[in-house]
């Protein structure tokens, strides 16, 4: 009777271990499919240069710069030894994006139970959003789990008092707040937890407050050398733009459909109205449990009283983790009439919510399964299928690309004839030493943001040096290139800008109105313009 009651159970377990080997190896097979096709962009060129230059010059250019913290930089130092082309850069990104998946089932699964778990791990494994920073050289999948791993570990705290796990707690904490400052704001999800469930909560706070303090202190360190070195006032995050009030909204959208989305297509509407829908189905549900709000103090501490006020709360815990660092990055990056105020709303750096929405909308599917079975596998299919479309644009659109220094520099350094200049902006140094040929000759022209120092240089200083310029040099190269700055990663604006590139680069409008354009050539995201400089109209002195 016991034998024969057992194997439905021992089935069960087999057929969840054969899931979830399967959603893994899914995972890992979109993560390492076209790994090293793309090129590096800007910020993974700086991670192969910062993991390679002398330790010295490395902690100088974090202190110098102040944007970034040190830990992921100091891995990669290790790292290179593996190798410094795209594929082996970005493969360390891609194991932290693998790990996840496993990570995120056992937050699933402790939510709402094995089905939610598979659910929440086949949802990770196919969000394009997950899988595009999976594939890129920077520290997000190392935060982004890191955080997961952490807010597991207070899950499982949530329902037993464990020293094992209050050890894997801080450590995580510590690593993801020393891979990405706004790590910091799931710290404050988790205190938020805390303390609004004062009265069931109270001894687990207690030692949290001990174990975040820990972390505190520990990452104290590294603040302390940032305030001696100037503090964050000169750091270089000014092309943030301030957020709108329907920013959420979208990061929403773009945690369920990815970046890489056609957003023409009615389907990804369908797809996060099916995502908000179950997350929307868990809110409902927790509101109908809710946990005991007046409980003795010598029941606080007993085991069968924390499994179930644990099991109660877990959702909730997975509804702040998402809103409360969402929130607080919005509010701070709101345009507001505050001195020095900068905004920080990318969603990149919000990737340590992923996970708690993934989650929250497999809790979501599991739940409408057991009452509507049909119905859950249409809204899973609509979901998977938006997914698939936009997979399908990030492996071979260009137009949802990142930048092509690679290729751009490579037709530099085989076309470029000796009598032939380039023509740089300063960030766009990296990538001529990085990818094309270091030893080219090139002028430096500045960045013009605001139209008095535009104007100024124009009609100043830029007849001037070009008069000078055109007595060494027959032709140049002008190099034109547009970021993709939309802080939730669609790449539209990025396109129409080189699209619109003698508009909107005011440099390029003025060589083009003066110089004829023997030839111009467009790669993703930049676009090379050569000019005949012996042919010049309306410049002093020619």
Same mark, same amino acid.
């Given at each position: 009777?016991?034998?024969?009651?057992?194997?439905?159970?021992?089935?069960?377990?087999?057929?969840?271990?054969?899931?979830?080997?399967?959603?893994?190896?899914?995972?890992?097979?979109?993560?390492?499919?076209?790994?090293?096709?793309?090129?590096?962009?800007?910020?993974?060129?700086?991670?192969?240069?910062?993991?390679?230059?002398?330790?010295?010059?490395?902690?100088?250019?974090?202190?110098?710069?102040?944007?970034?913290?040190?830990?992921?930089?100091?891995? #990669?130092?290790?790292?290179?030894?593996?190798?410094?082309?795209?594929?082996?850069?970005?493969?360390?990104?891609?194991?932290?994006?693998?790990?996840?998946?496993?990570?995120?089932?056992?937050?699933?699964?402790? &939510?709402?139970?094995?089905?939610?778990?598979?659910?929440?791990?086949?949802?990770?494994?196919?969000?394009?959003?997950?899988?595009?920073?999976?594939?890129?050289?920077?520290?997000?999948?190392?935060?982004?789990?890191?955080?997961?791993?952490?807010?597991?570990?207070?899950?499982?705290?949530?329902?037993?008092?464990?020293?094992?796990?209050?050890?894997?707690? =801080?450590?995580?904490?510590?690593?993801?707040?020393?891979?990405?400052?706004?790590?910091?704001?799931?710290?404050? &999800?988790?205190?938020?937890?805390?303390?609004?469930?004062?009265?069931?909560?109270?001894?687990?706070?207690?030692?949290?407050?001990?174990?975040?303090?820990?972390?505190? &202190?520990?990452?104290?360190?590294?603040?302390?050398?940032? /305030?001696?070195?100037?503090?964050?006032?000169?750091?270089?995050?000014?092309?943030?733009?301030?957020?709108? =009030?329907?920013?959420?909204?979208?990061?929403?959208?773009?945690?369920?459909?990815?970046?890489?989305?056609?957003?023409?297509?009615?389907?990804? %509407?369908?797809?996060?109205?099916?995502?908000?829908?179950?997350?929307?189905?868990?809110?409902?549900?927790?509101?109908?449990?809710?946990?005991?709000?007046?409980?003795?103090?010598?029941?606080?501490?007993?085991?069968?009283?924390?499994?179930?006020?644990?099991?109660?709360?877990?959702?909730?815990?997975?509804?702040?983790?998402?809103?409360?660092?969402?929130?607080?990055?919005?509010?701070?990056?709101?345009?507001?009439?505050?001195?020095?105020?900068?905004?920080?709303?990318?969603?990149?750096?919000?990737?340590?919510?992923?996970?708690?929405?993934?989650?929250?909308?497999?809790?979501?599917?599991?739940?409408?399964?057991?009452?509507?079975?049909?119905?859950?596998?249409?809204?899973?299919?609509?979901?998977?299928?938006?997914?698939?479309?936009?997979?399908?644009? #990030? %492996?071979?659109?260009?137009?949802?690309?990142?930048?092509?220094?690679?290729?751009? /520099?490579?037709?530099?350094?085989?076309?470029?004839?000796?009598?032939?200049?380039?023509?740089?902006?300063?960030?766009?140094?990296?990538?001529? &030493?990085?990818?094309?040929?270091?030893?080219?000759?090139?002028?430096?022209?500045?960045?013009?943001?605001?139209?008095?120092?535009?104007?100024?240089?124009?009609?100043?200083?830029?007849?001037?040096? #070009?008069?000078?310029?055109?007595?060494?040099?027959?032709?140049?190269?002008?190099?034109?290139?547009?970021?993709?700055?939309?802080?939730?990663?669609?790449? %539209?604006?990025?396109?129409?800008?080189?699209?619109?590139?003698?508009?909107?680069?005011?440099?390029?409008?003025?060589?083009?109105?003066?110089?004829?354009?023997?030839?111009?050539?467009?790669?993703? =995201?930049?676009?090379?313009?050569?000019?005949?400089?012996?042919?010049?109209?309306?410049?002093?002195?020619?």
């Amino acid at each position: 009777m016991l034998e024969s009651s057992s194997r439905p159970g021992r089935s069960r377990g087999l057929q969840t271990q054969i899931a979830l080997v399967l959603i893994l190896l899914l995972a890992f097979g979109l993560r390492v499919y076209r790994l090293g096709a793309q090129s590096l962009w800007w910020d993974e060129m700086h991670t192969s240069v910062m993991a390679r230059v002398p330790l010295r010059t490395a902690l100088d250019n974090l202190l110098a710069i102040r944007n970034h913290v040190p830990l992921y930089f100091m891995v #990669m130092r290790l790292w290179v030894s593996v190798g410094t082309a795209e594929f082996a850069l970005r493969f360390f990104s891609l194991i932290w994006g693998v790990v996840a998946i496993a990570l995120v089932y056992r937050l699933g699964k402790e &939510a709402g139970g094995n089905a939610a778990g598979l659910i929440a791990g086949l949802l990770l494994a196919l969000s394009p959003f997950h899988v595009w920073y999976s594939q890129e050289a920077r520290m997000y999948t190392l935060m982004s789990t890191s955080v997961l791993a952490a807010s597991w570990f207070l899950m499982r705290l949530l329902q037993r008092d464990s020293r094992v796990d209050w050890a894997g707690y =801080g450590g995580c904490m510590l690593v993801a707040v020393y891979t990405h400052y706004l790590a910091v704001f799931v710290l404050a &999800a988790h205190y938020v937890l805390l303390t609004f469930y004062f009265r069931l909560l109270r001894p687990l706070l207690l030692k949290w407050l001990v174990s975040a303090g820990l972390v505190a &202190a520990l990452f104290g360190v590294w603040m302390a050398l940032i /305030m001696v070195s100037g503090g964050f006032a000169g750091s270089p995050i000014a092309w943030i733009a301030p957020a709108h =009030g329907y920013e959420p909204a979208l990061t929403l959208l773009m945690f369920a459909a990815g970046p890489t989305v056609d957003l023409r297509q009615p389907l990804v %509407y369908v797809a996060f109205a099916v995502s908000v829908g179950a997350l929307g189905l868990v809110v409902f549900s927790l509101r109908q449990a809710r946990p005991p709000k007046h409980v003795p103090v010598e029941v606080l501490s007993d085991p069968a009283f924390r499994r179930q006020t644990g099991h109660l709360l877990q959702g909730r815990f997975l509804l702040i983790w998402l809103t409360v660092p969402l929130l607080l990055i919005w509010l701070i990056s709101l345009d507001l009439p505050i001195p020095n105020k900068r905004s920080i709303y990318v969603d990149r750096y919000l990737i340590m919510c992923l996970p708690a929405f993934v989650a929250l909308v497999a809790v979501g599917l599991s739940a409408l399964y057991r009452r509507w079975r049909a119905a859950a596998l249409v809204a899973l299919a609509i979901v998977v299928a938006s997914n698939a479309l936009a997979l399908r644009n #990030m %492996y071979v659109d260009p137009a949802y690309a990142r930048e092509d220094w690679r290729a751009a /520099m490579q037709y530099l350094k085989d076309k470029r004839q000796p009598d032939e200049v380039l023509f740089l902006r300063p960030s766009q140094t990296l990538p001529l &030493a990085y990818y094309g040929d270091p030893s080219a000759l090139y002028q430096e022209f500045p960045f013009l943001f605001l139209e008095g120092e535009r104007r100024a240089f124009l009609d100043g200083e830029m007849p001037v040096r #070009m008069a000078a310029i055109a007595q060494d040099w027959d032709r140049a190269w002008l190099v034109t290139s547009v970021d993709n700055t939309n802080p939730h990663g669609f790449p %539209y604006q990025r396109n129409d800008g080189l699209a619109r590139a003698h508009e909107t680069d005011a440099i390029k409008g003025w060589l083009d109105a003066r110089y004829p354009v023997l030839a111009e050539v467009q790669f993703t =995201g930049i676009r090379l313009t050569l000019y005949d400089l012996t042919d010049a109209t309306g410049i002093a002195g020619a």
